[in-house]
């Protein structure tokens, strides 16, 4: 039995410090255009980047600037511009349409006992302009800056930011406060208006304060008895955030708006400013009869809205019975195209794209679900939002990317026609992310399993002519030496056909050493991934790449229900899951250890979220075949998770029963929860059990985890539980991050023979 390439402790840890040093790309700004003297073009492109710093236990984010010279139809010469620098606690930042200024949202620690601060800075090509402390101006709570509901837009006219924050609350008092003797009021102070007095937003200009969601006046009486009240919040990464309010900054005045005509009932995000800047276009989410779950979920119940400034009327621009995100404005301010779904149903879908043309008043749908993938052909949309620049400049065609299988792939979509040209068929098989498109460049962010995030940039062609994009590389990775990868397609037997939708298959990415003794018979580690409608694609993933270095060979599954293979894909799986997905994974173990030099006597499971489900279950159902697992934060029992994640409806969903708000499960669907579960097949598991929760978790909360750890430790079943406080769903603080990998490989080796 060779041993793996490193098994000592210390080993793995400067491999994994190594490897972690590799940055992922995350953002792309190009700048305005420059004429030369000789009648050339070239334009700075400013890059943001983030590392893992195991040193300080964070992420740090650099940017690192670079000079494209063009001619309008190729890229003629490229590269860096200086060397990079930190970004230091900048919370989001957005350039104006000229490129002229730039807007930073900037967190500031405060001093001694103080809060942390925020601010919004303006600044011009050679200094800082304006600096807002609005913690200060208390017109709000915090600013958010995430992804879901966070915006920072600048008008048209680059007069006034556009930005989403928490409901300023009033502070409430206990029954027994001790109040101070009140003074006697003088005529002229009776006279004078509250100095926090909600006012009337009556242009996007008038630079006005307050609103319906806005403060409450100075003088007004605190209330007494809710400093207990509960607050509902939207779930998992978004605990923070239960009232947002759209806001507007009026940089000359440095005056906050918090604005009118967003109803009660609704939680606006990704806002931008309408044509013309009469107002303001966003996105609600329902909230009534309460909040579910947001993050990662293109399901809930939402509308693309349209509030008039001048009068505090709200227009509804979409259809209110679907989910709706993403929308993104022509450059011509003419049409905005958006991304939808039906309204519950699979978390993840393939989504429709729609088009509003703003005149008009008309909606069409470019682009409709894909029922089946076939090579060749456009695969649907599978993306969690589009790119926030994603326009060509002749305001008709767009740009994005998609899972196509097992890779992604960047296409361009013609608006009018419905017509999809890939921009990188003929490009290096793996993962492709549009990072941002504006003037027809193109910047993209391209990786393989064996390669680290690369920055690429095009020229988009002429319509007719996207198939001949040439991408040139502006910042290279080299490829992580000892790893081979492939990706191979399976097809279930007929007795594991869905009966409504044969002819599935699935794919799965083998990743395995290529170097060394371990390369010639190694022990494998499966990996299912979770969601269970997500998917996996041949882009750069740490975790897999460091235990392939360490001697592993790794399968990556993406079994029937994944993304990027179409709709009946994904909706074959609800009500199959625990047999379907699980067999799926069981087919594809079994071919491989077939067909590759892989040694049977050491398969190990490693899963998070519904992967820890699929791991469990495969655990349970093939006990002869798992020698070890790891599991993260795993779904064990969907029955007594139902009345405590923030996605109860994940729950009936997937186990094939409709969700409404006022449902309580019945004894038959109780008893079906639990027959899908994990925990049903507890006593056949003997494989060693490595745990890893996250005390924050929402989706799937730790008592999920404990309650299978204390089954196992009853059993006899060597278990291990690692806690990770202040870690969510993801566990991905960079501590946790290290620490779980580090305890994962160790656990591997270990209980492997390795």
């Given amino acids: 039995m060779e041993p793996p390439v490193l098994s000592s402790p210390e080993e793995i840890a ?3 410090r190594e490897l972690s040093r590799h940055p ?3 953002t792309a700004c190009l700048g305005p255009d420059v004429t030369t003297q000789y009648g050339g073009k070239y334009c700075s492109l400013y890059t943001e980047w983030s590392q893992r710093d195991l040193a300080r236990a964070e992420n740090v984010k650099f940017c690192r600037q670079y000079l494209i010279f063009h001619d309008g139809a190729s890229v003629v010469y490229s590269g860096p511009a200086g060397t990079c620098s930190e970004i230091k606690d900048e919370l989001l930042s957005r350039e104006s349409p000229s490129g002229a200024l730039k807007a930073v949202l900037r967190k500031v620690p405060g001093k001694e006992k103080e809060k942390e601060k925020q601010f919004l800075e303006v600044w011009d090509q050679n200094r800082k302009v304006k600096s ?3 913690t200060a101006l208390d017109k709000h709570g915090s600013v958010y800056d995430d992804d879901q509901f966070g915006c920072l837009a600048w008008s048209h006219s680059e007069t006034h930011l556009l930005y989403v924050a928490e409901k300023k609350r009033p502070k409430a008092e206990s029954f027994f406060q001790s109040k101070a003797p009140e003074l006697g009021t003088s005529d002229e102070d009776a006279g004078r208006p509250e100095k926090d007095a909600p006012l009337k937003v009556g242009s996007p200009h008038s630079g006005a304060g307050g609103g319906r969601r806005g403060g409450r006046g100075a003088d007004e009486a605190v209330p007494q008895g809710e400093q207990f009240v509960y607050r509902e919040d939207w779930g998992e990464a978004l605990s923070t955030r239960s009232v947002p309010v759209l806001c507007a900054l009026d940089i000359e005045g440095s005056s906050i708006s918090v604005l009118e005509g967003v109803p009660e009932h609704l939680s606006p995000g990704q806002a931008f400013w309408s044509p013309g800047d009469t107002g303001v276009v966003f996105v609600g989410w329902w909230h009534e009869p309460f909040r579910l ?15 008039d400034l001048t009068g505090g009327r709200c227009e509804l621009l979409s259809e209110d019975t679907r989910a709706v995100w993403s929308p993104r404005l022509s450059p011509d301010r003419c049409r905005i195209v958006y991304l939808e779904n039906d309204a519950l149903g699979p978390h993840q879908q393939c989504s429709r794209l729609r088009m509003y043309d703003w005149y008009t008043k008309h909606t069409s749908t470019v682009l409709e679900a894909v029922p089946r993938q076939t090579w060749g052909a456009f695969p649907g949309i599978y993306c969690g939002a589009l790119p926030g620049l994603c326009w060509a400049a002749d305001s008709r065609r767009l740009v994005l990317d998609t899972p196509q299988r097992s890779q992604q792939d960047v296409f361009v979509v013609d608006t009018v026609t419905g017509a999809t040209t890939s921009l990188t068929a003929d490009a290096p098989q793996g993962s492709w992310s549009v990072l941002t498109i504006d003037r027809d460049l193109l910047v993209a962010r391209f990786s393989t399993p064996s390669c680290p995030p690369t920055l690429k940039v095009a020229v988009l062609p002429s319509a007719g002519q996207e198939a001949q994009a040439r991408w040139v ?33 699935f794919d799965a990415i083998l990743l395995r050493p290529s170097e060394g003794p371990a390369a010639q018979k ?6 299912p991934h979770g969601g269970p409608h997500s998917v996996f694609t041949a882009g750069w993933m740490l975790y897999p790449a460091a235990l392939c270095r360490v001697g592993f060979a790794v399968l990556l599954v993406n079994y029937r229900g994944s993304l990027g293979f179409g709709q009946d894909s994904v909706v074959s799986l609800p009500g199959n899951v625990g047999t379907q997905d699980v067999c799926d994974v069981q087919l594809c173990v079994e071919r491989v250890l077939q067909e590759e030099p892989l040694d049977a006597g050491r398969v190990a499971l490693v899963g998070g979220s519904h992967g820890g489900f699929l791991a469990c279950h495969l655990l349970g159902q093939f006990p002869d075949t798992y020698h070890a697992c790891v599991v993260r934060n795993p779904v064990v029992n969907i029955a007594s998770m139902v009345g405590t994640t923030d996605i109860p409806d994940w729950c009936l969903t997937e186990t094939g ?14 008893t079906e929860m639990l027959c899908k579960s994990p925990m049903r097949y507890v006593d056949r598991v003997r494989a060693p059990v490595l745990l890893m929760l996250g005390e924050d978790d929402r989706r799937v909360p730790p008592k999920q985890g404990l309650e299978y750890y204390r089954a196992l430790k009853a059993r006899g079943v060597p278990t291990r539980l690692l806690w990770y406080p202040g870690n969510n769903h993801a566990l991905a603080g960079v501590e946790a991050e290290a620490d779980g990998f580090m305890n994962m490989a160790l656990w591997l080796l270990k209980h492997l023979r390795c």
């Fill in 522 to 527: 190694p022990p494998l580690v499966v990996m």
């Fill in 293 to 307: 779950g947001l993050r990662h979920c293109t399901n809930r119940r939402s509308a693309l809205f349209y509030v």
């Fill in 24 to 26: 992922g790309l995350s």
């Fill in 473 to 505: 590389c502006l910042q290279d990775a080299p490829a992580v030496p000892g790893i081979s990868w492939g990706i191979r397609t399976l097809r279930p037997p007929p007795e594991q056909e869905h009966p409504q939708y044969r002819g599935l298959d």
């Fill in 132 to 134: 807002i402390d609005l």
């Fill in 14 to 16: 400067e491999l994994y």
């Fill in 657 to 670: 029963f409709p969700y409404t708000p006022k449902i309580l499960p019945d004894p038959a669907q109780w």
